[in-house]
């Protein structure tokens, strides 16, 4: 969805190295997420944001941080990378007024920790 | 936040109608059903929600019986470009819905 961009699309960087993931929306909603996706597997919820103050832990939050610095932007940081966070990592957002509350994904960083 | 049970994978043909049963047997009272498809390399895309009986839209229906320990998503005459992952999801809308995807049913349809 052009609405929701993530940059970088690709990342190669090596242990130890810190990487931040961004990720930016137009649609104006107030909650954001971060999943990663390992290849054959389902999602996991990193962290999630309802709004610019709140940050919220999910599933599998060790070894990331998070940023929400404006409505429309939040970052993910790996202040470590090690090779077990080779993924691909997704931002979403969703709309807390809307009635089914369905998340947006963005396209998608492919990350590569050597 | 209840555990889905969905297939592995299935196989259909163009043209057929595709049926992808998921078992949620701890759903709560206020959790709602949620699909999404993933094609490779994209991030999921929003299906079909519903919480009791029968939803439908352009793209799927969703059924739910009375006990809502299941769902079944129908896909009616399905494409080739209906080649993808689909994920079904159980939880709250209130509060935020803090999704919990599992593995998903890959679908194949074959020409």
């Known amino acids: 969805d052009a609405d929701v961009t993530q940059t970088p699309r690709n990342r190669i960087t090596k242990t130890g190295k810190r990487i931040m993931l961004e990720c930016s929306q137009t649609?104006?909603?107030?909650?954001m997420y971060w999943y990663r996706q390992d290849p054959g597997l389902g999602l996991r919820l990193i962290y999630y944001s309802f709004d610019v103050k709140d940050i919220n832990k999910g599933e599998i939050s060790d070894g990331y941080s998070v940023s929400r610095q404006a409505q429309a932007k939040f970052s993910l940081s790996l202040e470590s990378a090690i090779p077990n966070q080779t993924a691909l990592y997704f931002c979403?957002?969703?709309?807390?007024?809307?009635?089914?509350?369905?998340?947006?994904f963005g396209p998608g960083t492919r990350l590569t920790v050597l | 936040l209840a555990k889905t049970t969905q297939p592995i994978s299935m196989d259909s043909y163009e043209g057929q109608e595709v049926n992808i049963t998921c078992s949620h047997n701890n759903i709560a009272t206020n959790d709602y059903i949620t699909w999404y498809q993933q094609f490779p390399s994209q991030g999921p895309r929003f299906i079909i929600q519903g919480y009791k009986t029968k939803v439908t839209n352009e793209v799927a229906s969703l059924f739910i019986p009375a006990d809502r320990k299941s769902s079944t998503l129908s896909l009616p005459r399905v494409s080739l470009s209906d080649t993808a992952v689909y994920y079904c999801l159980v939880g709250a809308q209130t509060g935020g819905f803090k999704t919990i995807f599992g593995a998903g049913t890959r679908l194949f349809v074959k020409a």
């Open positions: 649609k104006g909603h107030d909650r």
């Open positions: 979403a957002t969703s709309d807390q007024d809307s009635s089914y509350n369905e998340q947006f």
